[in-house]
């Protein structure tokens, strides 16, 4: 007797196993039936049906994988020309066809299309291969860097330039960015404060939602678009010292309240993927991190995308001292919720192994295998795995492109300083244009400037003469970015001499910011001060132009500058921007995402600190506990009188909403944009909470004697609630504090 027969003698006993056997053969019945549909026969597999469900496509091609084919689909190797110099990569010229992924560094559409035919023509399923690089900030046409355009406080249009980008990427064979970096930072010393938005996590992550909506558009199947990656997943930003790739100390409360609320709202726009850090969070690396990767993001939050590790960070374990072999590390990674290996191929050393002697369920390796499955479906791939090759003069730096990138950068523009209304600068006035970066090309695309080209910038120099065609404008370098080398000094004293005005061109080189460049002052190279400081001894008016990848400490220079322009590393368009600022055509409207020390050994300071004991104590005995230009600082050539602020209520419920609204008039004589900041102030709660928390933030054109309404609607669960250390949002009655400018509002919450 079969157990079948065995089971029906059993149930037949009684009426009800008959019905309840009845109801089990239906069931079955549907199972095979969806299952048979799903693998049909060979010549039209369901996996190559577009008609059919992502689902039961990615069930379908799962089925039919061996553990061989499905490790890799978890792997991604490098290929062509690695232009990041932390990771030596490397040419691959045998690439199998059976790959995942590959981290293509190339911009020929027809390799890819080559690599592809490959893949499909020569793999036993023809899984497409799914191509990514990181653009960071632009492709070609680059863009400021991310810290810029935080400045511009205008997501809108990071939007528009994220989907240039998207669209340069994906005609040139890309199909996935690791971009947006949405690490908040607040040390200025570490490098990467360049990628990422700034110190302040509710910026973070409305500029995350910018980014991974003009990456992903409404549509990955759309041949425009491309996946976005959220990274580095999470807490990177906190590296110790300023350091990279090092440990980073994380209470859970902090981590809950500023690291990952940059993330959720990327996740719940619908990034395709996030990247686990190269970091250890308090003593559990960031890509062996179970409670992060798969208790918060894939099973509190839902994330069905997928998470690829940070480049060898699998591997790193080891170093990192919680792995001792690299199957341990595999095995770590993986189990935490890593699905893709970046790099150091130790997936597709060691899994096959784990899944044999039982360390490593299948269900875990089918579910990273969906994941990654479902992203080459969503994106198209199996149904149109070629992209056309279309000539390069018609995919880059189009002329719709570049305006995209001169507002971006315009809008990102920071005036600092503008003593005695020295900018604008008449239209016929000479000046002198002095310093390193006067005529650079390559150092005003910033790091990470994928195939953006120095040809292609125009030079700050280059920009003043076309904007200044009537003024006398002579140049001299001065000295070069560092060293000791004071010989043009004199030069650019002449230069100077001979002009009224002194356009002093000072910053970092590109390779000052980005991965792997800390620094352990962030003020300019003594040359670099020194000769500011000669030149403001001929008591000539100094407009100093920074160009930089992080806030500086321009302590000791900043009082011999009658104005200080921070043009950030502006991406091609170079110089334009500044210059329409200098002469007055463009107003700026910038404001700082990120505080500048009065001096580095202030660090960290960040607006939004916790209350503390004793706030009027504390100070430092040397120096000045304020910064220097402080967070959302930053001038216009017009001037804005705020109202009063006015809510329609002093008192809700937590179900009620307010609205609040303050009336901000330009009582200058031209036009000009404003950012309004919300902050909300809790004095009292469970939990310790920031002086103040951006909450909403919002930029308007106001025209010259005109008034503007800005208006913030609060609804108590999102704006006044905090998140604790488990996760849970938390809205507490009591009293609030809502605050514009120095105008302040309070508010009661009421059960
Ligand atoms: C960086 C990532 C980058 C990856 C791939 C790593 O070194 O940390 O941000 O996306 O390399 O180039």
């Known amino acids: 007797m079969t157990s079948m027969q065995l089971n029906r003698k059993l149930l037949n006993r009684s009426g009800f196993y008959k019905g309840f056997l009845i109801l089990v053969i239906f069931i ?10 799903e693998n049909r026969d060979d010549e039209s597999p369901v996996y190559k049906d577009k008609n059919a469900p992502i689902e039961s496509r990615v069930r379908d091609l799962i089925g039919r994988m061996t553990i ?18 932390n990771n030596i990569g490397g040419e691959m010229d045998k690439i199998p066809p059976e790959m995942g992924s590959i981290i293509y560094v190339n911009q020929d559409p027809a390799v890819r299309n080559a690599l592809q035919k490959k893949a499909i023509e020569d793999s036993r399923l023809g899984i497409p291969i799914l191509f990514a690089n990181d653009i960071i900030h632009g492709f070609k046409t680059i863009y400021p860097i991310s810290l810029g355009q935080a400045c511009s406080w205008n997501p809108e249009i990071v939007k528009q330039a994220c989907a240039v980008a ?3 990427s994906r005609s040139s064979g890309i199909d996935w960015t690791f971009s947006p970096m949405v690490d908040v930072a607040r040390d200025p010393r570490w490098g990467r404060v360049a990628e990422g938005y700034g110190e302040d996590p509710y910026a973070n992550a409305v500029f995350s939602i910018a980014s991974v909506q003009g990456y992903q558009g409404d549509d990955l199947g759309d041949e425009n678009t491309i996946a976005a990656c959220l990274k580095h997943y999470v807490g990177y930003g906190a590296s110790e010292g300023g350091r990279d790739y090092v440990y980073t100390e994380i209470s859970k409360q902090t981590l809950w309240d500023t690291y990952l609320p940059p993330f959720e709202a990327g996740v719940n726009a619908g990034a395709a993927t996030i990247m ?13 991190n179970y409670y992060t990767l798969t208790e918060v993001l894939k099973e509190k939050w839902g994330f069905n995308g997928f998470v690829v590790s940070d480049w060898n960070s699998v591997k790193q374990l080891r170093s990192q001292g919680v792995a001792g072999s690299d199957r341990e590390a595999t095995l770590k990674a993986i189990t935490a919720g890593v699905d893709m290996d970046m790099a150091d191929g130790l997936y597709l050393e060691n899994v096959a192994e784990l899944i044999k002697d039982g360390s490593l369920p299948v269900a875990r390796l089918d579910d990273a295998v969906s994941r990654v499955l479902r992203l080459k479906f969503q994106l198209a791939l199996f149904d149109r795995p070629y992209v056309l090759e279309v000539p390069e003069e018609e995919r880059y730096l189009l002329p719709e492109y570049l305006l995209v990138a001169e507002k971006l950068a315009e809008e990102s523009t920071v005036l600092l300083k503008n003593e005695h209304k020295t ?5 016929k006035a000479s000046l002198a244009i002095i310093g390193p970066m006067a005529k650079e090309q390559e150092n005003l695309l910033g790091s990470w400037s994928a195939h953006g080209e120095a040809k292609d910038v125009i030079s700050i120099y280059e920009a003043m003469q076309q904007e200044f065609p009537d003024s006398k404008i002579i140049y001299a370098k ?13 030069e650019a004293l002449n230069v100077a001499r001979k002009a009224e005005i002194v356009v002093l061109c000072l910053g970092e080189k590109n390779s000052w910011s980005g991965e792997n460049a800390s620094r352990s002052t962030i003020s300019l190279p003594e040359i670099q001060e020194d000769l500011l400081t000669e030149l403001s001894r001929l008591n000539k008016p100094i407009v100093l132009l920074l160009t930089n990848g992080r806030p500086l400490e321009l302590g000791r220079i900043e009082p011999h500058c009658q104005s200080i322009v921070e043009m950030w590393q502006p991406g091609v368009v170079g110089g334009n921007p500044v210059a329409g600022i200098i002469s007055g055509r463009i107003n700026p409207s910038g404001k700082l995402a990120m505080t500048f020390p009065f001096a580095t050994g202030q660090i960290p300071i960040y607006y939004n600190m916790r209350q503390q004991g004793r706030p009027r104590s504390g100070k430092y005995q040397d120096i000045t506990t304020e910064p220097l230009f402080e967070f959302t600082h930053g001038l216009s050539y017009t001037s804005f009188k705020y109202g009063e602020l006015k809510a329609d209520k002093d008192t809700i419920t937590k179900t009620e909403k307010l609205v609040i609204d303050i009336s901000v008039s330009n009582i200058g004589d031209r036009d000009g944009a404003e950012v309004v900041h919300w902050f909300v102030t809790d004095p009292v709660s469970t ?4 002086v103040k928390e951006l909450r909403y933030f919002e930029k308007q054109m106001i025209r010259a004697g005109q008034a503007n309404v800005f208006r913030f609607e609060i609804d108590p669960m999102r704006d006044l609630s905090y998140v604790d250390e488990l996760g849970n949002r938390m809205l507490e009655s009591g009293e609030y504090y809502i605050s514009v400018n120095n105008k302040k509002v309070k508010i009661s919450l009421i059960d």
């Open 68 to 85: 061989e084919e499905k490790i890799y689909q978890l792997t991604q190797v490098a290929f062509g020309k690695n232009m990041n110099i």
């Open 687 to 690: 939990v310790s909470r920031p």
């Open 28 to 37: 079955l019945l549907i199972v095979v039936s969806c299952t048979s549909s």
């Open 166 to 168: 998207a669209k340069e």
């Open 423 to 427: 900018l604008p600068i008449s239209k």
């Open 478 to 490: 001065g000295c070069d970015f560092e060293g000791i080398d004071k010989t043009g000094f004199s």
């Open 276 to 288: 686990s850090g190269f970091h250890d969070i308090s003593g559990v690396p960031a890509s062996a």
